[in-house]
């Protein structure tokens, strides 16, 4: 079983829709979670952080189900700017190490206007 | 503040060949990190460096792969002989300790 599991999508949406991804984590000890965005050829960049107590930065909208081991993303009011593909990232530390980055395979998300 | 520079962007060579990939992390970073991502997939660790100590490289493929970062700031990845399935975009990312990861722009690899 993967460390990281999100659906693959693509969801295509219009312009103006809310839209969510879920992601789902096997283990346990993971630590921290983030979700990248990556356009298409390009590098994945830091979209944000997840908190226990779930996080807005501006049309978006993190949660965390510790106890269903799952992690969320909303995106409010779609832009053409935000098609890409969204990649859940949870940290995973074993005994003293640093922990290493699981990434998903990402979601692909089209915005059409 | 100046990113994570990588080089080439691109590569192209025939299997069995050698290639090598250089990454200049962001200044003050301990940290630095390989990762290969197949199209249609999401990155793999190959290997990620605290200073110049290897941290951790359990998915490095060591019949063929080698990296080093012998100074605690560059890098440098070498595939020995390339295969096929190593067409791939290779990324380099810096952190600090403990911190979300910053990826250069990465290496496109062809291998024919």
């Known amino acids: 079983r993967k460390e990281v599991e999100q659906d693959p999508g693509p969801f295509n949406v219009p312009e103006g829709a809310t839209v969510a991804f879920n992601c789902t984590y096997s283990?346990?000890?993971?630590?921290?979670f983030f979700w990248y965005r990556q356009d298409c050829r390009k590098e994945p960049k830091l979209l944000m952080s997840?908190?226990?107590s779930g996080n807005e930065d501006g049309r978006f909208t993190a949660q965390l189900n510790r106890a269903s081991q799952y992690i969320s993303l909303l995106i409010r009011d779609s832009k053409l700017s935000d098609s890409a593909t969204y990649l859940c990232?949870?940290?995973?530390?074993?005994?003293?190490?640093?922990?290493?980055?699981?990434f998903g395979r990402g979601t692909q998300l089209t915005v059409w206007p | 503040e100046a990113g994570v520079a990588q080089s080439p962007r691109y590569k192209i060579i025939e299997k069995r060949q050698s290639v090598a990939f250089w990454c200049n992390p962001i200044?003050?970073?301990?940290?630095l990190y390989w990762y290969q991502q197949i199209l249609g997939q999401g990155p793999k660790l190959l290997i990620q460096?605290?200073?110049?100590?290897?941290?951790?490289d359990s998915q490095l493929p060591k019949d063929r792969f080698s990296a080093e970062r012998l100074k605690g700031v560059d890098s440098t990845l070498k595939i020995q002989p390339a295969k096929l399935e190593d067409s791939a975009m290779y990324l380099c990312?810096?952190?600090?300790?403990?911190?979300?990861?910053?990826f250069g722009n990465g290496t496109r690899l062809t291998v024919t």
């Open positions: 200044s003050g970073h301990a940290t």
């Open positions: 990312a810096s952190s600090l300790t403990q911190r979300p990861l910053h």
């Open positions: 990232v949870v940290n995973i530390k074993r005994g003293s190490t640093l922990g290493r980055l699981y």
């Open positions: 283990n346990s000890a993971s630590q921290s």
């Open positions: 997840v908190y226990s």
């Open positions: 460096f605290q200073n110049n100590g290897v941290v951790d």
